[in-house]
C-alpha cells in the first residue's frame, strides 16, 4: 500500500465522538498553524505583541511549523479511533503547553500569543476530557476491526 493510499483510507465508519473531536482540533491547529506560516505579522497585528525584530518573524514560522505538525498528528490520530490517544492529548494539553508557554509569556517570549494558545489548548483539552468522560467505551468494543 503506498503512503498516499494509507493517509487517505477513509475512517471507520463508527468513530467515536472523541475521536471526532480530536480529528477537528486537528484542523483547527492545521489552521493556526498554516496561518502562522504565511502570516507571522498576525501576531503583532492581531495580538498586539511587539513588532516583530531581527529573525522573529521566522521563529513565528517554526513554531507555525510545530503547530501544523501536531494538527496533522491530532487530525490522523483522531482517525484511527484510539481511546488512549484522545486521551494522551488531554494531558499534554493540560500540563505540558501551560508549563511551557506561561513562564514564555511572563518572560515576555510573544506573551499574547502564548497566553492565548495555552488557553485555547487547555479548553479544547478540557472538552476532549468531557467527551471522553461522557462517552465511554466498553474494552471489548475498542478491539481493532479488520479491514
Request: net charge positive.
Amino acid at each position: 500500500m503506498s503512503v498516499l493510499n494509507a493517509i487517505f483510507q477513509p475512517p471507520p465508519a463508527d468513530l467515536s465522538v472523541p475521536s471526532r473531536y480530536t480529528a477537528f482540533n486537528g484542523w483547527i491547529y492545521l489552521t493556526i498553524g498554516v496561518v502562522l506560516i504565511f502570516w507571522p505579522g498576525l501576531v503583532p497585528t492581531v495580538l498586539r505583541d511587539r513588532p516583530s525584530v531581527g529573525s522573529e518573524a521566522g521563529l513565528i514560522r517554526g513554531l507555525g511549523l510545530a503547530v501544523v505538525v501536531i494538527g496533522w498528528l491530532y487530525l490522523f490520530g483522531g482517525r484511527i479511533g484510539s481511546r488512549p490517544l484522545v486521551a494522551a492529548t488531554v494531558i499534554d494539553r493540560w500540563i505540558f503547553v501551560p508549563l511551557v508557554a506561561l513562564p514564555l509569556a511572563y518572560a515576555g517570549v510573544f506573551p499574547h500569543l502564548m497566553v492565548a494558545f495555552t488557553i485555547l489548548d487547555v479548553s479544547l483539552a478540557t472538552g476532549s476530557w468531557l467527551l471522553l468522560r461522557r462517552y465511554r467505551t466498553a474494552p471489548e468494543n475498542l478491539a481493532r476491526r479488520a479491514p
